[in-house]
């Protein structure tokens, strides 16, 4: 089993920043990939980066240039370097991992980007 619990949401103001963390604890031995998923009021969860265990990266188009994703073997963390957010950024965000003993999820942390 795999625990990840994600640190970093808040509320900040357009065209500000956060940086979100999440950790992963437990049977982290294999990782396959780490990343981020997002669910917006009344919307599906959607992707929003994602790092392979090959160290490819993928980004939703609606982040690209803004969000980066990065992670820290070590620490079996994984974060995401929020720039220049916007209101239609706003959600409860995701850590998710696939390792492999499965598929786990965080318990989300909200997003809020108002001014």
């Known amino acids: 089993q795999v625990q990840l619990v994600e640190s970093g949401g808040g509320l900040v103001q357009p065209g500000e920043s956060l940086r979100l963390s999440c950790a992963a604890s437990?049977?982290?031995?294999?990782?396959?990939?780490m990343g981020w998923y997002r669910q917006a009021p009344g919307k599906q969860r959607e992707l929003a980066a994602l790092?392979?265990?090959?160290?490819?990266?993928t980004y939703a188009n609606s982040v690209k240039g803004r969000f980066t994703i990065s992670r820290d073997n070590a620490k079996n963390t994984v974060y995401l370097q929020m720039n220049s957010l916007k209101p239609e950024d706003t959600a409860v965000y995701y850590c998710?991992?696939?390792?492999?003993?499965?598929?786990?999820w965080g318990q989300g942390t909200q997003v809020t980007v108002s001014s």
């Open positions: 790092s392979t265990n090959i160290y490819t990266t």
């Open positions: 437990g049977s982290v031995s294999s990782v396959y990939a």
């Open positions: 998710y991992g696939h390792f492999i003993s499965g598929e786990y």
